[in-house]
């Protein structure tokens, strides 16, 4: 179902109260209002929610989240709540080999102890390009450094020797202060950043910002620290975020509670803020929410566009060329077919990424025809198949469509008609029924009768199944005797496996080393059936 999903930025020292209180009054009632007058979901995504810090995902995971909620939510994607707290600088979870010999060096000649620096980070030859990263990334079971200090103390004391290597190595010029910026910058910038910088801006107007000044309040702890931090949070309070308002129409929203300089900033104080901001907060995602959520996007029985979505996703897992799909080129290609081409495989053996990928590219295959192609994948009962497909059809080749057809037999002859209308159409239609064997069915094996035993011109249809569930592919050998449209999908060669190998790492900025051994991993993956 279509989802308004929000990732919900903040600094987790100074809101948690807020964020309680948002988690508990206000996100039920934005869940609600979006399914009453929406018909989507609502979901928001703290990252700090998770009362223990060990639980918080890394920045390269929040990251991913932002870009998630961006991509897939079909409302708002982004809330930031930002306070008087500017937070710590987070350690960079990935430096680049040099840099970071750079930074050895530097300690080196400052005397000051790298010993921790060389355990907290690990040499990863794998990454794209090769770095030193936290260790704690991949070690998040180990409590302690050499049994002597836990890590949240080694990566302080690390933090503390970084900060002071890099400000050296800005004044001796080895490091620009724009490379420098990420030892730095706390979560909250990071996340900010990461968000807003080149981001459309259509992206930027599905964004809320809320600032909170307090005037007095009370200042604890490092002043040489606070000092630094403050700089940072004006530079994004007064800066960053107005320069976007301007150029963008960014919407941020500035409260200013004024302390007694004697009481500073009182739970009182606090309550009224929060209310405050639960109002404004609600009022603003019900508003964006009901401008940005459309009723085509919204409509949770849209089947064409559900499978078009699905079509584009399992077609971006295309990552080698397989020789079927020039097969089904060439039946695509064909002037009269008659029978449907079934494309056969066993479990997990690719048939819906071959499927998708082909359906991708019909149009360029038969250019110059500009055909209609219906794709179809999610398993359904055969009612609910033809009445998706009746519809899709339908929809087509502008033809009006009864979605209150519940009669298997009068589904099956509007199929037919509607083959006709395709087939005396300029624009050839080619159905495309991914995994017809995984049709729920407790009577035994499927029948293919509602396919016609002879496609109409300018219609042709591609099936995939399996080799024995349900008994599909002898229903459809015994519908179409005399066909000779049977591929079965060849295992994948070695080499092949090898490309896929290297096309898979590197989508995840990986690789493997040429002092590393590949046959394993490729054996690995030759017995893996989902290639």
């Known amino acids: 179902m279509p989802c308004v999903k929000i990732y919900l930025c903040s600094n987790p020292q100074d809101s948690v109260q807020e ?12 869940r609600d209002h979006c399914r009453r007058k929406h018909g989507v979901e609502f979901r928001v995504i703290d990252p700090y929610e998770a009362p223990n810090p060990k639980d918080w995902p890394s920045q ?42 750079n930074v050895l060096q530097t300690c080196q000649s400052m005397q000051l102890s790298t ?33 002597t200090k836990t890590w949240v103390e080694a990566l302080k004391e690390v933090k503390d020797v970084l900060q002071a290597s890099v400000k050296q190595c800005i004044l001796d010029g080895s490091i620009t202060e724009e490379k420098a910026q990420k030892y ?59 320069n976007l308002v301007t150029s963008c129409h960014l919407e941020v929203y500035t409260t200013t509670t004024e302390c007694d300089q004697q009481e500073g900033y009182t739970v009182a104080l606090r309550q009224a803020y929060i209310e405050g901001l639960c109002h404004q907060l609600f009022t603003d995602l019900s508003r964006l929410i009901d401008s940005t959520v459309t009723k085509n996007t919204a409509d949770p029985v849209d089947a064409p566009s559900q ?17 079927e799909a020039q097969l089904i080129k060439a039946y695509v290609e064909q002037n009269n077919p008659k ?15 071959l499927m998708a990928h082909c359906a991708s590219q019909v149009k360029l295959w038969l250019k110059a025809s500009d055909p209609v192609v219906i794709a179809h994948f999610s398993p359904l009962t055969l009612k609910q198949l033809l009445n998706s497909i009746c519809h899709h059809i339908a929809v087509s080749y502008n033809q009006p469509w009864d979605n209150c057809i519940l009669d298997v037999t009068q589904l099956e002859e509007a199929f037919a008609e509607l083959l006709a209308i395709a087939s005396s159409s300029k624009y050839p239609l080619i159905l495309m029924l991914d ?31 399996t080799y024995t569930k349900s008994g599909t592919l002898a229903s459809l050998k015994t519908q179409y005797p005399d066909s000779n449209f049977f591929l079965e999908l060849e295992p994948f060669h070695r080499s092949s496996c090898g490309q896929m190998l290297t096309s ?20 690995g993956v030759e017995g893996c059936k989902w290639a």
């Open 19 to 30: 964020r309680r209180v948002l988690r508990e009054t206000v996100f039920p009632q934005l």
């Open 60 to 101: 390269q995971v929040r990251h991913q989240l932002i870009q998630g909620c961006r991509d897939t939510s079909v409302g708002p994607f982004f809330v930031a709540l930002i306070g008087e707290e500017y937070g710590t600088a987070s350690l960079p979870e990935q430096v680049e080999i040099s840099e970071f010999q």
């Open 115 to 147: 010993q921790l620096l060389e355990e907290c980070y690990r040499r990863d030859e794998n990454v794209i390009p090769p770095c030193f990263c936290l260790l704690s990334q991949y070690c998040s079971q180990t409590e302690t450094v050499k049994g």
């Open 184 to 242: 730095f910058r706390s979560d909250l910038e990071n996340d900010l950043r990461f968000a807003m910088e080149n981001c459309l801006s259509d992206d930027m107007k599905r964004c809320l910002y809320y600032i909170h000044k307090i005037i007095h309040k009370k200042k604890t702890g490092d002043h040489q620290d606070q000092d630094s931090s403050n700089d940072r949070l004006s530079d994004i309070r007064d800066h960053f975020l107005p």
């Open 307 to 323: 499978q078009a979505n699905l079509c584009h996703i399992y077609s971006q897992l295309y990552r080698i060329e397989r020789v």
């Open 339 to 353: 029978h449907p081409l079934v494309l056969i495989g066993g479990p997990c053996s690719g048939k819906t990424v």
């Open 435 to 465: 995994g017809l064997d995984q049709m729920p069915n407790s009577e035994g094996p499927q029948h293919m009768a509602w396919l016609p035993q002879t496609l109409p011109l300018n219609v042709k249809v591609i099936i995939s199944t």
């Open 504 to 523: 898979l790492l590197e989508s995840s900025k990986r690789r493997i080393t040429s002092g590393q051994q590949i046959p394993g991993a490729l054996q």
